[in-house]
């Protein structure tokens, strides 16, 4: 009886975590809706307005002037590391640390041995990771995806601009998520500040093609007040990227979790019959043995 009561306290309790990952995956998948729904409206908005600093920026006179878009030798580099506040969402996290990590061991070797590396993480997992193992974290915005909104983001995307603009650091850095699809994120490395404009590819002065624009004020003044607000809606995307991510790294792992869940209770059930069947078998014949041996 001792075996049959196991399997049973396994099967109930199999039973209750496949009830749970079930719960979490339906959850996942409404907030992966809505923030999907969100990102792909957000992604022609940052896109046609990034096209239009670039050709700002390709004919402004001055646009090399600009604080945000000066190139500096690389000395001091911050790094904006994004995850999540919690875990269940298989390698979400997992990835992008390591991403980092390799980043600032390998990439900026140099600058690590001077200890002009430095973190802002953003989501409790990257933050408990850097702060345990003694990287410089200078700050942690882990409250920002408890409300992200732009209105919240904005203001720490101001900072990371101070920060650059005071020569504070040479190069920022975004390290996230970009969601694809749900079953699929792109870990990517993103360069935040300084703001280099693309050229076209290969276009002479003759072939270039600028856009139409009539301006009201100058160019550089617009350049003046475009670049900030581009660098929010850059910062703001990446959030949402990542977010939109973690529902779908989420909903695929409770999904995972909730299928070996099952399969876990078929093979307990079947595991349960078995001994319960045998059980039964071996009281027959004992049964049937004693009434043997009272007939002799």
Known sequence: MSGLKEVRIRIASVKSTEQITSA?????????????????????????????????????????????????????ILLVVVTSNRGLCGAFNTNIIKLAVDRITNTYMAQNANHAVELVTIGKKATDFFRKRKYQVIDSWDDLFDSLTYETVAPKASMLMKLFADKKYDRIELIYNQFKNAAVQRQMIEQYLPLVPEKPEKQTNLHRVEADYIFEPDKETILQELIPKTLRIQLFKALLDSFAAEMGARMTAMHQATENARQLLKDLRISYNKARQNQITREIIEIVSGAEALKG
Do not use: G, H
């Open 24 to 76: 979490m995956k339906m959850v996942a998948a409404s907030k992966l809706r809505r923030a999907q729904n969100a990102i792909l409206k957000l992604r022609p908005y940052a896109a046609k307005l990034r096209e239009i600093m670039q050709n700002l920026s390709a004919s402004a006179e001055d646009s090399s002037e600009n604080e945000y878009t000066k190139v500096r030798k690389t000395e001091r």
